[in-house]
């Protein structure tokens, strides 16, 4: 990202504490929709699953700051504690539909339209619905869950 950034009139912003890794521009941002143009889409892979993507658009991964900054919302575990752990917010899995599979410790991920209030008769009985899974890409990308 750092290197995506050079040329571009945005800045590191240490001084800001909120997340480990920040930026500035030359006025606070009020919104990440005021920097989604200066970053690029990230593509997380995933040591224990071949051929698994993650892809996180700006919206995804960036967090404004109390002070206006734009900031990582991807911490490195080994920063926090959980050695070769890296920890990705709430965030990056808005309009995603998540599965969790306990018995086999993996998750899983489709697109999902999630501006539509769930519908109790789509989900699993008693569970309260879901997002709709997006036709798109119905396949469920299974990665490997290191919790």
């Excluded at 040591?47 to 658009?57: E, I, L």
């Excluded at 700051?65 to 080994?78: F, T």
């Amino acid at each position: 990202l750092t290197n995506d950034l050079k040329g571009k009139q945005i800045y590191s912003a240490n001084e800001d504490k909120s997340l480990p890794v920040c930026w500035k521009g030359s006025k606070p941002f009020k919104s990440v929709q005021d920097v989604k143009n200066l970053f690029k889409p990230v593509m997380l892979s995933f040591a224990k699953s071949k051929n698994v993507r993650f892809q996180m658009d700006p919206e995804a991964y960036l967090i404004i700051s109390k002070y206006g900054n734009a900031c990582l919302g991807i911490l490195n575990g080994s920063e926090v504690g959980l050695e070769s752990v890296n920890l990705i917010g709430d965030i990056s899995f808005h309009d995603k539909l998540v599965i969790y599979d306990n018995e086999k410790q993996q998750i899983g991920w489709a697109p999902a339209n999630c501006n539509e209030l769930p519908n109790n008769n789509q989900g699993a009985p008693n569970q309260g619905g879901c997002c709709k899974p997006d036709g798109s890409n119905l396949d469920i990308l299974q990665a490997y869950n290191a919790a």
